[in-house]
């Protein structure tokens, strides 16, 4: 035991080393991968025996070391080669029915052949793990990761050998108090690998990231800069952007930082033309392209200005709910089935919550043409006085802003839904706001606020909203408050003069249920409580837009009400299995009236 102690001791220490992921890789789909997707081998862990000890102390041989037996007498007690398997991407609670309500740690193994090449410098990377994630690589402790939405990768390029080599990752979604989100969500905990794991082979010095966007304000002036990364840190780029016939030099400083300015005659990325431009960064050392549109967003008074412009926001709320099959989406078919639906509703804009999706919703949304709103899961009730609870909401959104930062398709980055009044809660939030701020001058702030309600008379007037470019507010009239019949009478009074977003309405239906339109749960009730919400809506002068609740039912582990929810969230326009209630109809309608106007 004591030379356990020890043995672990040092692989502890060790490991402090790697303890960190590597700085974020971006646009990993236009650089040279290696898919880890697929069947990984699994042992579910709710004791978590293979990580600690009978003392409750982290192992020093514990299942990240991938054991076999050293001969007949040898005692090992797992084996990842005889285990079941899961495939990645994907949540582990749809694909094994003893898995539905799971919540713990399941190991994940992955053997692979590998050829190195002595001039690449490689990196593991994964789209996200929830809620965990500590990962090795033969063996060896690579760092840990907090946040289930979120990419992270780890330099491995002396560890990765020729020949094969094996990835243990201890994946766990057991809700914390002090998490983020916290113990209490609207939605389900899928956890596990849920999005793709990749290898990355990048040269010696490469282009690590970069922010390609219009400057505030203007539609024409286009700044931002490149970083390269590795020891050839000055250099000579080039950035061109053919279709608009431009071709810049830069040089890259001391730090591998190349700052961009200058001018461009382009045509703006809108809904009614999502143009994306194909952008080439090549340096002396490495090249990269992407496909990046260009827009301004900006407030005036009670308005947001596209382009200069006036637009109102026709939005739809998505969760990352798979569309027919359920299950954590995390697919380009997953996204294109969603986005198309919010198209066909007659959308301009959708709320992906509460959490960051998936890259590809913001891909194709950039394609398709709709503006998002993109969120971090502070959720709540979360611990507003806990150091470490805002230090991993501001990595989390550090890594949303670094994945997405150059997409078109997001105007407004949201900071927070339904969080309770207070000082300690508005500190945390002017934080967050800050920081996102800093990592990007572009886009607007928002957060779903809190609302008071006297009579028939909702007011705004969260403090939050003075730190706020745009105010989110849900409202449940006609499903948690107030009659449908009585929506209409209400009047709307707001303390700021700035933009609102009707963030979240809705009502809950179960697709073919029918009946009059005062009995829960109908097609009809959902119905008549959007045509009462349109009728008070279209009276707010200051409303710039709006995300109903939501686009497709989604899992919730708080709705079990047989028959009707059997823990789902009816509140959807379109059922589970793809089909259409009446209340889609209805807004629909209300929003082809808009585009025509
Ligand atoms: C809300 C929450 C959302 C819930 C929704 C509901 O206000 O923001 O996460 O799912 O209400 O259905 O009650």
């Known amino acids: 035991m004591k030379f356990l102690l020890i ?8 490991s402090l080393a790697f303890s960190q992921p590597y700085e974020l890789l971006t646009n990993v789909s236009h650089r040279k991968t290696i898919s880890l997707n697929g069947e990984w081998r699994i042992i579910i862990d709710p004791y978590e025996n293979g990580y600690y000890d009978y003392r409750y102390k982290p192992r020093g041989d514990g299942y990240f070391q991938n054991k076999k037996p050293k001969d007949k007498s040898d005692l090992v007690e797992y084996d990842f080669d005889k285990s079941e398997t899961l495939e990645v991407p994907g949540d582990w609670n749809t694909q094994k029915d003893k898995l539905f309500f799971y919540e713990g740690t399941i190991w994940y193994e992955k053997s692979f052949n590998y050829v190195k090449k002595n001039n690449k410098r490689i990196f593991l990377y994964f789209g996200a793990v929830n809620y965990s994630a500590i990962v090795y690589l033969n063996g060896i402790k690579l760092g840990e990761h907090i946040g289930g939405f979120t990419p992270f990768d780890f330099e491995v390029t002396n560890i990765i050998k020729s020949g094969k080599n094996f990835i243990v990752v201890k994946a766990d979604n057991k809700r914390l108090r002090e998490g983020v989100p916290t113990l209490n ?8 690998l849920t999005r793709g794991v990749f290898l990355i082979a990048e040269p010696k010095t490469f282009i690590q990231d ?4 219009l400057k505030k304000g203007s539609t024409d002036e286009i700044n931002g800069w490149i970083k390269l990364n590795g020891n050839n840190k000055k250099q000579r780029l080039t950035l061109q952007i053919p279709d608009a016939g431009v071709v810049k030099e830069f040089y890259s400083n001391n730090s591998g930082i190349a700052k961009l300015n200058f001018n461009a005659k382009l045509k703006l990325w809108s809904p009614k033309n999502p143009y994306l431009y194909q952008v080439k960064i090549i340096c002396e050392t490495d090249t990269i392209e992407d496909n990046i549109g260009f827009r301004s967003i900006e407030t005036k008074g009670n308005k947001i200005l596209l382009n200069g412009k006036p637009i109102f926001l026709r939005g739809i709320s998505i969760h ?11 697919s380009k078919e997953d996204a294109v089935t969603l986005l198309t639906w919010a198209k066909q509703l007659g959308c301009n804009y959708v709320r992906l919550a509460h959490y960051p999706h998936n890259e590809f919703m913001v891909r194709e949304a950039d394609k398709l043409g709709l503006m ?47 969080t309770p009044r207070s000082n300690e809660r508005n500190a945390f939030l002017e934080s967050l706001i800050d920081k996102a701020k800093n990592l990007d001058p572009t886009r607007l702030i928002t957060a779903a606020t809190e609302l008071d309600q006297q009579g028939k008379t909702m ?11 745009v105010i989110g507010v849900n409202e449940y009239l006609g499903w948690y408050a107030a009659k449908p019949v009585d929506v209409p009478k209400f009047k709307w009074i707001s303390k700021f003069n700035k933009p609102v977003i009707i ?8 697709y073919s249920y029918h009946g009059d339109k005062d009995t829960r749960w109908t097609e009809e009730y959902q119905a008549n409580v959007y045509k009462n919400q349109i009728k008070m809506l279209k009276k707010i002068s200051f409303l710039s837009g709006m995300s109903p609740w939501i686009l497709m039912d989604f899992r ?5 009400l047989p028959y009707i929810q059997d823990f789902w969230n009816r509140k959807g326009l379109i059922s589970n299995r793809g089909e259409k209630k009446e209340a889609f109809y209805v807004l629909q309608n209300f929003y082809n009236k808009l585009q025509s106007k």
């Open 7 to 14: 043995l672990s001791c040092i692989i502890t220490f060790n």
């Open 210 to 213: 970069y922010f390609i966007q």
């Open 372 to 418: 998002v709103w993109s969120e971090i899961p502070v959720y709540w009730t979360i611990q507003w006085n806990n150091k470490g609870t805002l230090a991993n909401a501001e990595n989390q959104l550090t890594e949303m802003i670094t994945r997405d930062k150059n997409r078109a398709s997001i105007i407004i980055w949201s900071m927070a839904n339904e």
């Open 185 to 192: 969500t609207d939605w389900w905990n899928y956890g596990g």
């Open 459 to 469: 007011i705004i007037d969260d403090s939050l909203s003075n730190y706020l470019d």
């Open 556 to 560: 919730s582990p708080r709705r079990p």
């Open 320 to 330: 990352e709910e798979a569309p027919f099959r359920s299950g954590r989406a995390y």
């Open 503 to 510: 963030s979240e309405l809705g009502a809950g239906a179960l």
